[in-house]
Structures are given as structure tokens and as C-alpha cells.
Nanobody, 111 residues
Framework: QVQLVESGGGLVQAGGSLRLSCAAS????????MGWHRQAPGKQRDWVAI???????NYADSVKGRFTISRDNAKNTVYLQMNSLKPEDTAVYYC?????WGQGTQVTVSS
């Protein structure tokens, strides 16, 4: 069973930065596309960013230019660097590997 453990969330002022991490279990991490998603209160879960096994990335328009997804296959970890944060970025952020999801980490951006 795949385990994904997110960390790095917290409370930050608008314009600030946070770096989320997601540590994955399993020996096949490097072959998977990894994703970050988020869910704000009362809203559906939306994808934020993905990174393929060969390092190609794609971002939702709402975060393009502010967020950066990266991965360290030696550490079985995917990261999400979030800069220039806005109050509308407030959400629970989830890591995804295939059909598995982490428990989420709360990000709150105050105005």
C-alpha cells in the first residue's frame, strides 16, 4: 500500500512563501507522474501542478509563475515551492501518486 505524507503547510501572510513536501513509500517512485492538488472549503478538489517521471511540469493557470513543482527521486519526495502567495491559495493541499492520495496539509494565507 502506497503511503504519501505531506508536510510544510502553515499560516503565512499574503506575498509570502511556503515549501510543501510529500514523501512517498515504495521503490517505484521514479517512474510515476506526481501531482499536487488543493481543496478550498466548500469547493471541489482542483489540480495545481504535475511533474512527470522525466521532469516535465505543468501548472494550473492560477499558480503559473508563482509555484514550482520538483522531485528528488533519491528521496522519494516531491516538492511544491509556493511564492507570492495569495489569500485565494488557502486550501488543503494533497499529494497524488497514481490512485493514491496523502492526508493533506493545510495552507492558510492571510491578507
Amino acid at each position: 500500500q502506497v503511503q504519501l505524507v505531506e508536510s510544510g503547510g502553515g499560516l503565512v501572510q499574503a506575498g509570502g512563501s511556503l515549501r510543501l513536501s510529500c514523501a512517498a513509500s515504495g521503490s517505484d517512485f521514479s517512474i510515476y507522474t506526481m501531482g499536487w492538488h488543493r481543496q478550498a472549503p466548500g469547493k471541489q478538489r482542483d489540480w495545481v501542478a504535475i511533474i512527470t517521471s522525466d521532469g516535465r511540469t505543468n501548472y494550473a493557470d492560477s499558480v503559473k509563475g508563482r509555484f514550482t513543482i520538483s522531485r528528488d527521486n533519491a528521496k522519494n519526495t516531491v516538492y511544491l515551492q509556493m511564492n507570492s502567495l495569495k489569500p485565494e491559495d488557502t486550501a488543503v493541499y494533497y499529494c497524488q501518486k497514481g490512485g493514491s492520495w496523502g492526508q493533506g496539509t493545510q495552507v492558510t494565507v492571510s491578507s
